[in-house]
């Protein structure tokens, strides 16, 4: 059987609309509570906004997760050897299948979390983490007069429902123009909160300025792609696509071009070298509510439309991409790791690791074995899925803790300050201690069944030097982990210390329930695993 056959299914006949609309209805969701939020911000009194802002996102996205669980409970086997689950819905554009439902139920999870720590409003004086007027000149007295005024930027919360039924969009996307929308959907409100932190401002501009610049760059390559690759096939949806690659109806040279552009723009958004540039500067910069949104969501989402294009559309070409894939693998693991070591800022440490661990998730990629539903077997679609999880709740967790980390000016992220948090509070310290553990992949924790979940996959698809390397590579990887645990366990603080913030409710409410997952997942990987598992393959 080809890897196109086991990589993905054939869709079963299109189910009438009203089901269809169903199917779709916690997209509508988010949607939705996006909506309301702008008639909040259009028609409510400023000083009643933020509160209520929340609440609506909180209040939505509980729903959506809701009505997550229902539709993923409802999907359907498509055929008697129970390779996958689901059908394609809004005229083909979508694929409403288990891998695609699955990443909708962790993406709102991931988006609850960080939307706490968005409503997180006693960490600045009674303020949240955002500018109360973007438009204010840093350090101008307009600047003053709205901190005076108590003014608060409401509007994140919408903007952030925006990306992520943009990110629920583009994980699920059946055809390549309607996966371009979704990106830019789930882009262009990042492209915007990246530039409201409260503190350090013009970092933060910076940022925000150049994800905007590079990420309408990589937007280019893929836009380019999708035109090189519908002139190979005459089409945009993936189906077809996969019957014109299996043909080779056209010229090879154009199918060779568009997959390495469509594949520069989706490798972008996973933070893979070489186009990593922009994750540790916009990472530093951007409010670490939105950095741990980012690099949780972000992350999840292109994963899904990387496998989605690559297993559906260019599976019976997997030759000609896989090679190419092991090398990004490789150079994305080595890099993160050995630049992560230099590092003496926090948020540009954990920016690296995500490097890393995107390496590491094209490990289980490339382990092209596809088995049935609950099959005995780690497959690279299930592999992936409970790496994403766990690795985004462990993310989540880390900036939580970062935010609590203070001094007179806001966040103090250089490690320096970090010397000694263990005697300030041992609570905080063990707790960024067990996520550093996970990421590590140190036994009882969820990242150890993490990559062993995907190494399980590639070791199955004969991939086994890729393995020995990431065995490796996570072993200096383990270095600059333990380094900051030495740190804030077992050296002297510098001048007074660090100083934590106990008054963050919401955030240390985040903590504990990512630090409990993270154990839990570490201890009893079991449900999820055999949850990821039972998605299935993609339909198309």
Not at 481 to 497: E, K, S
Request: glycine share 10%; hydrophobic share 55%; aromatic share 12%.
């Amino acid at each position: 059987m080809s890897f196109a056959h086991l990589a993905v299914i054939d869709r079963p006949p299109i189910a009438a609309p009203d089901i269809q609309y169903a199917l779709l209805m916690p997209v509508f969701i988010v949607v939705g509570a996006a909506i309301v939020g702008v008639l909040v911000e259009s028609f409510l009194p400023r000083r009643h906004r933020f509160t209520i802002q929340a609440g609506v996102a909180v209040a939505g996205l509980i729903a959506a997760f809701v009505d997550t669980v229902v539709v993923y409970t409802d999907l359907t086997l498509v055929d008697a050897a129970r390779v996958g689950r689901g059908q394609v819905a809004a005229e083909g554009a979508l694929s409403i299948d288990g891998p695609g439902v699955f990443t909708w139920g962790i993406l709102l999870i991931f988006a609850l979390l960080s939307t706490l720590l968005f409503a997180e409003r006693r960490l600045d004086g009674g303020l949240s983490s955002f500018t109360g007027r973007a438009a204010d000149a840093p350090g101008s007295a307009a600047e003053a007069e709205a901190v005076k005024a108590r003014i608060e930027h409401s509007e994140v919360f919408p903007l952030a429902l925006f990306a992520l039924s943009g990110m629920m969009l583009f994980a699920s996307s059946n055809d390549l123009l309607t996966m371009f929308v979704a990106l830019e959907v789930l882009s262009l409100p990042l492209y915007l909160l990246c530039g409201l932190a409260r503190r350090r401002r013009l970092l933060s501009q910076e940022a925000a300025l150049k994800y905007f610049l590079l990420g309408a760059f990589s937007s280019v390559f893929f836009l380019y792609g999708i035109a090189l690759v519908y002139g190979y096939s005459g089409s945009f949806r993936l189906s077809e696509i996969a019957t014109a690659v299996s043909a080779r109806s056209g010229s090879e040279n154009l199918l060779l071009a568009g997959m390495a552009l469509i594949a520069v723009g989706l490798l972008f958004k996973i933070g893979a070298a070489p186009f990593h540039n922009w994750t540790p500067d916009v990472y530093q910069g951007a409010p670490t509510p939105v950095t741990a949104f980012m690099a949780a969501g972000t992350k999840a989402a292109a994963f899904l439309a990387l496998m989605r294009v690559f297993f559906v559309a260019f599976g019976g070409s997997s030759w000609d991409w896989r090679p190419m894939i092991v090398i990004i693998a490789v150079i994305t693991m080595f890099l993160g790791a050995i630049v992560s070591i230099s590092q003496t800022d926090v948020k540009r440490m954990l920016a690296y690791s995500s490097v890393a661990h995107a390496g590491f998730l094209l490990v289980g990629f490339v382990g092209v074995y596809q088995g049935p539903v609950n099959g005995d077997r780690i497959t690279s679609v299930s592999s992936v899925l409970f790496y994403l999880a766990i690795y985004g709740i462990s993310s989540i967790g880390a900036f939580a803790v970062v935010t609590l980390v203070r001094d007179g000016g806001g966040e103090t992220t250089h490690l320096s300050k970090w010397a000694g948090l263990g005697k300030v509070s041992p609570l905080l310290a063990g707790s960024f201690a067990l996520f550093m553990l996970s990421f590590a992949g140190i036994p009882l924790t969820g990242g150890f069944i993490g990559k062993w979940a995907v190494f399980s996959a590639a070791w199955s698809g004969g991939y086994w030097p890729l393995v020995v390397a990431g065995v490796l590579i996570s072993a200096i990887a383990a270095y600059f982990y333990v380094r900051v645990i030495v740190l804030m366990f077992f050296t002297d603080p510098v001048g007074a210390g660090p100083s934590v913030a106990a008054t963050g409710r919401l955030t240390t409410v985040v903590i504990a329930m990512t630090a409990a997952a993270t154990v839990v997942l570490g201890v009893v990987p079991g449900p999820l695993l055999d949850l990821a598992q039972h998605a299935g393959a993609f339909v198309r």
